[in-house]
């Protein structure tokens, strides 16, 4: 009998062991369960802004930005346009800032840098244009190639862009061909970064999107199926004499560790390949060697422009991006913006490149 009495009290103290071993093992497992949904999260929230990069995370400051216009030289050379004027416009860049919501004014290139640093503290966003333009030239006394006073201005305006977005005033640029270049050459600081000789001219290519594309802000801002188009119908239309090799941008520290490549096409030949379109990292700062305007604003029938419904509709997705990225910088125009609108040139037309506004 004392032996069922010593299993009763066995059984028993067994019973009172299991709800606490029960407890501690739901602690456990309840703790787990909460480490793997915390885990979870975070990598959810990472991913969010890897896909979602701080630009989408901007507020909107001014519904319809104002976007300057940084006029370059007329280079006689390259229009035939008879006029007394000294630099130009062309109308397209203009349509092209207005089809993505933007009001453009008019910079003088050719201001001294108080008056381009006091424009440039009024307005929302820059435009660097296309066109043709000497960036760099030959100095003796240097013995090596140097900016010319274009370049050089134009840096400036990239310069004050990079101080104030260090300085928390999200201020976006967008380049376009010629303005592509310029923005390579001011991060670079190598006058010798752009290769000639190109034969890029009046044709159309595809891009061959990089990897970094694909989580990029400014391709993030096209649909999956106007990207495929980009990668498969040649409608990007290209009109360079100068490019930037991959090979050259890697070899250029200032370059790679500001830029990322998201694309590249082929010379008219198909002998080679160049950067055809980037985007700075830390920056708001967009750029092209194609020219997205062209399907839109120009109709020169002698030109191999890509004027299909899905080229449009592909092509307007760029000025619609970058106008929205001016919106979330909050300068005000406190000057009269009517004198400083680029309707104030004098209307001209180029037979090759259409209509322009010139300027003394």
């Known amino acids: 009998m004392s032996s069922d009495i010593g299993k009763e009290i066995e059984t028993a103290e067994l019973v009172t062991l299991k709800p606490p071993e029960r407890i501690k093992f739901k602690f456990w497992k309840n703790t787990l369960l909460i480490l793997i949904i915390f885990i979870l999260a975070a990598a959810f929230i990472v991913l969010f802004f ?3 990069p701080k630009t989408y995370t901007q507020p909107i400051l001014t519904p319809v930005p104002i976007i300057g216009v940084l006029s370059k ?7 035939d346009v008879v006029t007394n004027k000294s630099q130009v416009i062309e109308a397209k860049y203009v349509r092209w800032i207005e089809g993505g919501g933007g009001k453009p004014i008019f910079i003088n290139y050719n201001s001294s840098e108080d008056h381009l640093k006091n424009l440039f503290n009024q307005i929302n966003g820059l435009m660097l244009i296309g066109g043709a333009a000497e ?7 240097k013995g090596k190639n ?28 967008w380049g376009t061909c010629l303005g592509y270049e310029i923005l390579l ?13 190109c034969n890029c001219f009046n044709y159309t290519d595809v891009l061959n999107f990089t990897q970094e594309a694909y989580s990029s802000r400014v391709y993030s801002f096209l649909t999956d199926e106007q990207l495929e188009l980009l990668g498969t119908v040649p409608m990007t239309y290209n009109s360079h004499n100068y490019y930037v090799t991959t090979e ?63 080229s449009i ?29 680029v309707y104030n040139g004098e209307m001209g037309f180029d037979s090759r490149l259409g209509p322009l506004y010139l300027f003394p």
């Open 50 to 52: 890897i896909a979602y």
């Open 73 to 79: 030289p007329l280079w006689e050379e390259n229009y």
């Open 135 to 141: 960036l760099v030239e030959y100095d003796k006394e």
């Open 146 to 173: 140097i900016l010319t006073l274009y370049g050089k201005k134009v840096k400036y305006m990239i310069d004050i862009a990079i101080k104030a977005n260090d300085n928390g005033d999200y201020f976006p640029i």
């Open 185 to 197: 050459l001011a991060f670079a600081e190598d006058c010798d970064l752009l290769k000639g000789e």
């Open 248 to 310: 050259d941008f890697y070899k250029n520290s200032k370059l790679y560790d500001e830029f990322k490549v998201l694309s590249t096409s082929s010379n008219k030949n198909r002998t080679f390949s160049f950067i055809s379109s980037v985007e700075a990292i830390r920056y708001p700062f967009y750029a092209v060697q194609f020219h997205p305007e062209k399907s839109m604003y120009d109709f020169n029938p002698t030109h191999n422009f890509e004027h299909s419904l899905s």
């Open 313 to 341: 509709m592909v092509m307007q997705r760029f000025p619609i991006f970058f106008v929205n990225e001016a919106r979330k910088n909050g300068h005000v125009f406190i000057e009269d913006e009517e004198e400083h609108i």
